[in-house]
């Protein structure tokens, strides 16, 4: 079996640097493309098993800059999963602090009950607003 680092104790300590660097980036690479490719595959299989009729149901959640945690359902209406791109990318550009997406039917999402939590206030009115507990 091939290994890597036999080859590298042999080489001076200028080329054998380069050459473990050359072998760590092509095994990441590889691995970070097998990922990615697999993110891909699962986000086109969610998307065309939801997508009905030109809309899809997203979950969205997410705290604003205020600390108010939120979470709502929501119908929209997108083409092809280029065009939902473009408005999640909408939504977090003009989002005040974390926020996630989640794709659901669309019989969920709109039978879904939100919910909001200001955890400022909770928190002073529990007596600790130095501290903000989700």
Sequence with gaps: MFKPQRLARLLPDGERLHYLNVIERQYSTLE???NARMARYHRIHQFKTFHQNGQIGVIVSGM??????YRHGRVIEVENLAAYDKWVDDQVEWADGPINFM????EYADAYDGYQRDL???AFEDGHPHVVYP
């Design 32 to 34: 970070d493309t097998t």
């Design 103 to 106: 794709l659901c039917a669309v």
């Design 120 to 122: 400022a206030l909770e």
């Design 64 to 69: 604003d800059c205020d600390c108010v945690q």
